[in-house]
C-alpha cells in the first residue's frame, strides 16, 4: 500500500507549478524543505545556465530541486539513500511531462565509491544536506571525489541556531575550505520571493590544484 503522502506544489515561472509528493512518515528526506524551495527558485533566475548541462543532487530527498533543474534543460541525476528511491521515482513520472532535459534517480551513499557518477557533473546541487555531524567527513569525502576543476556546487542551507547545529556547520566549513573556495551568493540575487534572510546558498569550487 502506498505511505500516505501530501502534494507540495512548487510554481515555476513558465508553466505548470511542481508537484512533488511527500511523506508524512519516513525521517527528514521526505519532506519538501525551505532550503530546497529557495535553491530550486534560484536556479531559475538563471545565474547558472543548467540547458544541456549534467547535474547531480546530492540528499536529494523528493527530488525538488533536481527535478526544478531538468525542467530548465539540464540532464540530471538526483541521488539519496535507498529508502527514498520509491519517492523520487514517483516524483520524477509526476513532472516528466516538465522535464526539457533528462531525470534519473540513483542511490548514493555518502563517503562510497562514485566511479559510475564520472565523469565530474557541471554542477552538484546541495539543499540543507548539512545537519548530522557523523555525516560531514562521508559527505565532504563525496564532493571531493565527484568534483572536477569545473564543477560548480551549489550548497544551500538553513542557518539554524538550535543546539548542535551551529557547531555543527562551523565544523562543515571549516572542513571544506582545506579543498574548496567558497562564495556565498547575495540575497539580492536569489528570487525575489523565495528568499529569506537565514537561508543562505554557497557556490563552492576545488582549489586549483598547485602545479609541481
Given amino acids: 500500500a502506498a505511505m500516505a503522502g501530501f502534494v507540495r506544489e512548487l510554481e515555476r515561472r513558465a508553466g505548470p507549478a511542481l508537484r512533488l509528493e511527500q511523506r508524512a512518515a519516513g525521517g527528514v528526506g521526505c519532506v519538501v524543505w525551505d532550503a530546497a524551495l529557495v535553491l530550486a527558485k534560484f536556479l531559475e533566475t538563471g545565474a547558472c545556465p543548467l540547458a544541456r548541462r549534467h547535474v547531480l543532487e546530492l540528499g536529494a530527498g523528493t527530488g ?49 565509491d562514485v566511479t559510475e557518477f564520472q565523469p565530474p557533473p557541471d554542477y552538484i546541487l546541495m539543499a540543507d544536506c548539512i545537519y548530522y555531524e557523523e555525516s560531514l567527513e562521508p559527505l565532504l ?25 551551529p557547531e555543527i556547520e562551523r565544523k562543515y566549513f571549516e572542513l571544506l575550505q582545506r579543498d574548496f573556495e567558497l562564495e556565498r551568493i547575495p540575497l539580492d540575487r536569489h528570487d525575489e520571493e523565495y528568499r529569506s534572510e537565514d537561508i543562505h546558498i554557497v557556490s563552492i569550487h576545488r582549489k586549483p590544484t598547485v602545479g609541481p
Fill in 64 to 112: 525538488a530541486v533536481g527535478i526544478m533543474a531538468a525542467t530548465l534543460g539540464a540532464n540530471v541525476t538526483v541521488t539519496d539513500l535507498q529508502e527514498l528511491q520509491e519517492l523520487l521515482m514517483v516524483n520524477i513520472e509526476n513532472n516528466k511531462h516538465l522535464v526539457t532535459g533528462s531525470v534519473r534517480a540513483k542511490v548514493l551513499k555518502w563517503g562510497e
Fill in 141 to 165: 569525502k563525496t564532493l571531493k571525489d565527484l568534483t572536477g576543476p569545473d564543477t560548480c556546487v551549489l550548497c544551500c542551507y538553513e542557518q539554524r541556531t538550535m543546539g548542535k547545529n
